[in-house]
């Protein structure tokens, strides 16, 4: 007879706002360390298999970072296209 062990992760206060909250980061790292597959913990919690491999492969919850803007030809005149 197999015994499931229950794995209680420490829960780190983020900095920011993150893509996915850090209860779900958790989540998904409890679930797995308890060995149940990444598509049945997708199906679970309705995420994409890709986002819980992604999110297993960081080893803590990960913040919001927006790409940096880059240099085009309009850069110069964007405050007056927009208002």
Same mark, same amino acid.
């Given at each position: 007879?197999?015994?499931?062990?229950?794995?209680?992760?420490?829960?780190?206060?983020?900095?920011?706002?993150?893509?996915?909250?850090?209860?779900?980061?958790?989540?998904?790292?409890?679930?797995?360390?308890?060995? /149940?597959? &990444?598509?049945?913990?997708?199906?679970?919690?309705?995420?994409?298999? =890709? @986002?819980?491999?992604?999110?297993?492969?960081?080893?803590?919850?990960?913040?919001?970072?927006?790409? /940096?803007? &880059?240099?085009?030809?309009?850069?110069?005149?964007?405050?007056?296209? =927009? @208002?």
């Amino acid at each position: 007879m197999r015994q499931n062990q229950l794995y209680l992760l420490p829960i780190l206060s983020s900095g920011g706002s993150e893509m996915v909250k850090g209860n779900i980061w958790h989540e998904i790292h409890s679930r797995f360390k308890l060995n /149940e597959s &990444k598509k049945s913990i997708a199906r679970n919690l309705n995420l994409d298999v =890709r @986002t819980v491999r992604k999110i297993l492969s960081q080893p803590k919850p990960q913040k919001y970072q927006r790409r /940096e803007k &880059k240099e085009t030809l309009l850069t110069d005149h964007e405050d007056f296209i =927009r @208002t």
